[in-house]
Nanobody, 116 residues
Framework: QVQLVESGGGLVQPGGSLRLSCAAS?????????MGWYRQAPGKERELVAT???????NYADSAKGRFTISRDNAKNTVSLQMNSLKAEDTAVYYC?????????WGQGTQVTVSS
């Protein structure tokens, strides 16, 4: 089992930055998990924002490319999402995700609101 706890959400003005963090704990070695960030805006489906694999390679949604950076620290069992040049359309609940084989684990989510 894996437990995930997100932090770092909040209110930010358009053009601003936020850094989300996700701390993982449990009985599975963090380094063998693929980690990701998803988001869900009101009335919309949950969508992938970014993924970082066990190799360290990354994948981004088109909306995140060039603005967001995902990283992981296997020594601290954490994954982060640095978000720059935030836009109103980035407003959503952001969820941390861990995957291993057919297993999926989710955090409780953290709210990001981009508004002036």
């Amino acid at each position: 089992q894996v437990q995930l706890v997100e932090s770092g959400g909040g209110l930010v003005q358009p053009g601003g930055s936020l850094r989300l963090s996700c701390a993982a704990s449990g009985s599975i070695f963090f380094s063998i998990l693929s980690m990701g960030w998803y988001r869900q805006a009101p009335g919309k489906e949950r969508e992938l924002v970014a993924t970082i694999f066990t190799t360290g390679s990354t994948n981004y949604a088109d909306s995140a490319k060039g603005r967001f950076t995902i990283s992981r620290d296997n020594a601290k069992n954490t994954v982060s999402l640095q978000m720059n040049s935030l836009k109103a359309e980035d407003t959503a609940v952001y969820y941390c995700n861990a995957k291993r084989s057919t297993n999926n684990w989710w955090g409780q989510g953290t709210q990001v609101t981009v508004s002036s």
